[in-house]
C-alpha cells in the first residue's frame, strides 16, 4: 500500500506559477484528480512521479521524497498525456522496452501479463500506428504496469477515447484500484471523475480547491448560488422586485440588457419568480442559468 503525499508544494516555470502551495494525500484505490485545462494537473502529476523537482515544499512516496530517489521508479508507473511517439513498434515491442529497461527478470513474462491485463494480448503484434486512441492509452497502460508498480499516476487518460474504449479503460482503473493500488488519474471532466474515483482531489489555477468523496464535491456544487439571466418586459421593475425575494442573494442589471439574478434557494425562487412578475404585470421572456459550466463551479470551489 503507497501513499503519495504532497507538503506545501510549489513548482513555478519563471514568472508562472504552475502549482501553489499544494498538500494533498494520495492513498489506495481510485482517485480523480479533477480541474479545468491550465489547472496545474501535468505538473503535478510529474513531480509525483519524480519527473519534475517541485520548487518549494515536498513530494514523498511512502516517506522518502521522490525527486532525485531512482527507487521510486520501481514502485511508480506513469501514463504521460502525449502519445507515445514510437508507432513504427508493435504493441509487444513497446512494452517489451519498458520491461526490458526496468531490467526485470523476466521481460517476456512481465509484457505478456501487462498485455493481459490490458487486453492486448491479441493486437500485441501489430505496430501501434495502426491502433485507435483507445488501443494507444491502453498500450501505454501496459508499458507502465509492466514492472507491477504499486502507484499507477494517469494523465488525462480518457481525452479523446471514443465511449466504449472508455468504459473498458475505466473497468481497468477500477480494478487496479480494488487491487490496492494507488491509482491517480487527471481529468477536467466531472462526470468522468465521479464515475470511478472514490477520492476527488480538485485544483485550479495551481491551488488545491477542494477535496473529498464525490457526494462531498457535489454537496459543495450544490450548496452554491446560482445565477440566472432573465429577460422581461421591464427588466428594471423586475430587479427592483427581486430585491424583496428571500431566495435572492443578489441583483444586477446586465449591461448587454437582462437581469442577473443570485439565487440561494432555486426551489423557493421558481415559485416566487412567476408570482412576483405577475404582480407588477411583467412579462417573463427568459430564464438562463449562466453558470452551469463546470469552470463556474471550480471558481466557486476556489472562493469557497
Ligand atoms: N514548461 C513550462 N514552461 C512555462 N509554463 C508552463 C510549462 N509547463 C506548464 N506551464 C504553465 O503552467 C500552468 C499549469 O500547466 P499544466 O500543464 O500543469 O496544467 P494542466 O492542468 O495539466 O493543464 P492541461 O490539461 O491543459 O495540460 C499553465 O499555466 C501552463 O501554461
Known amino acids: 500500500m503507497s501513499v503519495v503525499e504532497l507538503t506545501n508544494s510549489s513548482r513555478w516555470y519563471g514568472n508562472v506559477v504552475a502549482v501553489n502551495d499544494v498538500s494533498m494525500k494520495i492513498g489506495p484505490g481510485v482517485t480523480g484528480l479533477l480541474g479545468p485545462n491550465g489547472a496545474g494537473k501535468t505538473t503535478l502529476i510529474a513531480m509525483m512521479a519524480g519527473f519534475?523537482?517541485?520548487?518549494?515544499g515536498e513530494v514523498t512516496l511512502d516517506g522518502a521524497p521522490v525527486w532525485?530517489?531512482?527507487s521510486v521508479?520501481?514502485?511508480i508507473g506513469l501514463v504521460p498525456e502525449r502519445e507515445a511517439?514510437?508507432?513504427?513498434?508493435?504493441?509487444?515491442?513497446f512494452v517489451r522496452a519498458n520491461a526490458e529497461l526496468h531490467q526485470l527478470p523476466a521481460p517476456g513474462e512481465a509484457t505478456e501479463r501487462a498485455l493481459d491485463i490490458v487486453d492486448l494480448v491479441e493486437a500485441a503484434g501489430r505496430n501501434i500506428s495502426t491502433y485507435s486512441k483507445g488501443m494507444r492509452q491502453r498500450i501505454k497502460l501496459a508499458a507502465a504496469l509492466v514492472h507491477d508498480p504499486g502507484v499507477m499516476l494517469l494523465d488525462?487518460?480518457?481525452?479523446?477515447?471514443?465511449p466504449r474504449q472508455r468504459l473498458h479503460l475505466m473497468e481497468l482503473l477500477t480494478r487496479l484500484g480494488a487491487e490496492g493500488r494507488t491509482v491517480l488519474f487527471s481529468s477536467h471532466i466531472l462526470e468522468e471523475v465521479e464515475q470511478i474515483a472514490r477520492?476527488?482531489?480538485v485544483v485550479v489555477s495551481g491551488r488545491h480547491a477542494a477535496s473529498g468523496?464525490?457526494?462531498?464535491?457535489r454537496r459543495l456544487m450544490t450548496d452554491r448560488p446560482d445565477k440566472y439571466l432573465l429577460r422581461s418586459s421591464d427588466d428594471r421593475l423586475l430587479a427592483t422586485a427581486l430585491m424583496a425575494?428571500?431566495?435572492?442573494?443578489?441583483v444586477q442589471l446586465d449591461a448587454r440588457g437582462g437581469v442577473l439574478v443570485q439565487v440561494t434557494d432555486f426551489g423557493s425562487f421558481a415559485v416566487s419568480l412567476p408570482r412576483v412578475a405577475r404582480e407588477r404585470s411583467i412579462t417573463l421572456l427568459e430564464v438562463t442559468p449562466t453558470d452551469e459550466s463546470l469552470e463556474s463551479v471550480f471558481s466557486y470551489l476556489v472562493s469557497a
Open 85 to 93: 511517439s514510437f508507432g513504427y513498434l508493435t504493441g509487444r515491442q
Open 52 to 56: 519534475l523537482a517541485p520548487s518549494a
Open 156 to 162: 488525462e487518460p480518457f481525452n479523446g477515447v471514443d
Open 68 to 70: 532525485g530517489n531512482v
Open 245 to 250: 425575494t428571500p431566495s435572492v442573494a443578489g
Open 199 to 201: 477520492h476527488i482531489e
Open 213 to 217: 468523496d464525490f457526494g462531498a464535491i
Open 73 to 75: 521508479y520501481r514502485t
